[in-house]
């Protein structure tokens, strides 16, 4: 059964960080693009962060820009979002994303819900002091 599931959420303090992490299994993800999203209480999902494969191209959100760091590693199968300088406004439950042979642009800019190949079931994140 093909299926991403992400881990590393929890609550941090403002100015604190996480690592989420997103395993893939039941297939490789070698071709996909791959990307992080978010989407907190009452408001809509939203991209945070997207890397391609082969060229390793990012994207991110400008409200998260030098402050996370999405990376992967294709020989485990998973995808990694590192998240320095929290703040409150980043609480929400993140979710991970995969689509075959997907740009940066129709990872991050282009897409909808259902572009995506796989979804995670998200994990959450609460910044609060």
């Known amino acids: 059964q093909w299926q991403l599931v992400e881990s590393g959420g929890g609550l941090v303090r403002p100015g604190g960080s996480l690592r989420l992490a997103c395993a893939a299994s039941?297939?490789?993800?070698?071709?996909?693009?791959l990307g992080w999203f978010r989407q907190a209480p009452g408001k809509a999902r939203e991209e945070v962060s997207c890397?391609?494969?082969?060229?390793?191209?990012?994207y991110y959100t400008d409200s998260v820009k030098g402050r996370f760091t999405i990376s992967r590693n294709d020989a485990n199968g998973t995808v990694y979002l590192q998240m320095d300088s929290l703040k409150p406004e980043d609480t929400a439950v993140y979710y991970c994303?995969?689509?075959?042979?997907?740009?940066?642009?129709?990872?991050?800019?282009?897409?909808?819900?259902?572009?995506?190949?796989?979804w995670g079931k998200g994990t959450a994140v609460t910044v609060s002091s």
């Open positions: 994303a995969a689509r075959n042979y997907a740009t940066v642009e129709a990872m991050c800019v282009s897409w909808n819900y259902v572009s995506m190949d796989h």
């Open positions: 039941g297939f490789t993800l070698d071709h996909y693009g």
């Open positions: 890397i391609s494969a082969g060229d390793g191209r990012t």
